[in-house]
């Protein structure tokens, strides 16, 4: 009998299923996110993250329509509320986000974490709520057909992938910082296998960056939390940012 499952499901039906198996043993990003829910709508108190966030709505509303603008600044905001949240547990104050038009936003930090696993916690902090806000336009989507869910989803997982890069001060960069040269080998050989399984074309990019940075200077002891994590984070996203759209593909 032939299988009439939709290609997607098909091809990437059973690594989606371990995906899946992980996003439980992480305690399931969507679930963290909404526990959260009551810290991010404390950002939204300031009136220079809402003027700024938008300022930066405005520009993409010109660019993608409203609809599209107003997933694209929630996603960036949920995943800058990341990075504060892991700022605050170590004690470490910092500001709401402030949004750069074209370029994403920022955070001020009064002190910087002081030692690399913090650093590095604190950097995939951001991916992680991003790819709790992530889901929940996925499961919006799923819920309702509506392709502008699907092209927030597809969005943020794809540009919370991108800032796994390891390099400068992307939170892949940060992570890196933590891991010693024979965990950044396995993160190279895991970005590889990622990338066969999802042909996703930016593990492309990470792979290079990751051989790269592979040759670095590295600490001495592991960190394997921090590598646990980046692989979890690269996978998911990778596949979540696999989803097609409907109209575009």
Request: net charge positive; hydrophobic share 60%; glycine share 10%.
């Given at each position: 009998?032939?299988?009439?499952?939709?290609?997607?499901?098909?091809?990437?039906?059973?690594?989606?299923?371990?995906?899946?198996?992980?996003?439980?043993?992480v305690?399931?990003?969507?679930?963290?996110?909404?526990?959260?829910?009551?810290?991010?709508?404390?950002?939204?108190?300031?009136?220079?993250?809402?003027?700024?966030?938008?300022?930066?709505?405005?520009?993409?509303?010109?660019?993608?329509?409203?609809?599209?603008?107003?997933?694209?600044?929630?996603?960036?905001?949920?995943?800058?509320?990341?990075?504060?949240?892991?700022?605050?547990?170590?004690?470490?104050?910092?500001?709401?986000?402030?949004?750069?038009?074209g370029?994403?936003?920022?955070?001020?930090?009064?002190?910087?974490?002081?030692?690399?696993?913090?650093?590095?916690?604190?950097?995939?902090?951001?991916?992680?709520?991003?790819?709790?806000?992530?889901?929940?336009?996925?499961?919006?989507?799923?819920?309702?057909?509506?392709?502008?869910?699907?092209?927030?989803?597809?969005?943020?997982?794809?540009?919370?992938?991108?800032?796994?890069?390891?390099?400068?001060?992307?939170d892949?960069?940060?992570?890196?910082?933590?891991?010693?040269?024979?965990?950044?080998?396995?993160?190279?050989?895991?970005?590889?296998?990622?990338?066969?399984?999802?042909?996703e074309?930016?593990?492309?990019?990470?792979?290079?960056?990751?051989?790269?940075?592979?040759?670095?200077?590295?600490?001495?002891?592991?960190?394997?939390?921090?590598?646990s994590?980046?692989?979890?984070?690269?996978?998911?996203?990778?596949?979540?940012?696999?989803?097609?759209?409907?109209?575009?593909?």
């Amino acid at each position: 009998m032939a299988d009439k499952r939709p290609d997607f499901v098909r091809r990437f039906g059973p690594v989606i299923g371990g995906a899946l198996v992980l996003l439980w043993k992480v305690k399931f990003a969507l679930v963290f996110l909404l526990t959260k829910a009551k810290f991010l709508l404390l950002g939204l108190t300031k009136m220079s993250t809402l003027f700024s966030m938008a300022a930066a709505a405005g520009v993409y509303w010109t660019l993608w329509g409203w609809k599209f603008a107003l997933g694209v600044v929630g996603s960036i905001y949920v995943h800058e509320m990341g990075h504060v949240a892991a700022l605050r547990r170590y004690g470490i104050k910092a500001s709401a986000p402030m949004f750069i038009p074209g370029l994403g936003a920022v955070i001020r930090l009064q002190q910087y974490p002081a030692t690399p696993a913090e650093d590095a916690r604190t950097g995939l902090a951001g991916p992680l709520w991003g790819l709790g806000a992530a889901i929940v336009a996925a499961a919006i989507y799923f819920a309702t057909r509506s392709p502008i869910w699907a092209a927030i989803a597809h969005f943020g997982a794809w540009v919370n992938l991108f800032n796994l890069l390891p390099v400068w001060q992307l939170d892949g960069g940060r992570a890196f910082q933590a891991l010693t040269r024979n965990q950044r080998w396995i993160a190279v050989a895991a970005l590889g296998a990622i990338w066969f399984a999802s042909g996703e074309p930016l593990l492309v990019l990470l792979l290079i960056a990751a051989v790269a940075r592979a040759f670095g200077q590295a600490p001495a002891e592991p960190d394997r939390g921090a590598l646990s994590a980046y692989v979890a984070l690269a996978m998911i996203l990778a596949l979540l940012s696999r989803l097609p759209v409907p109209g575009i593909g």
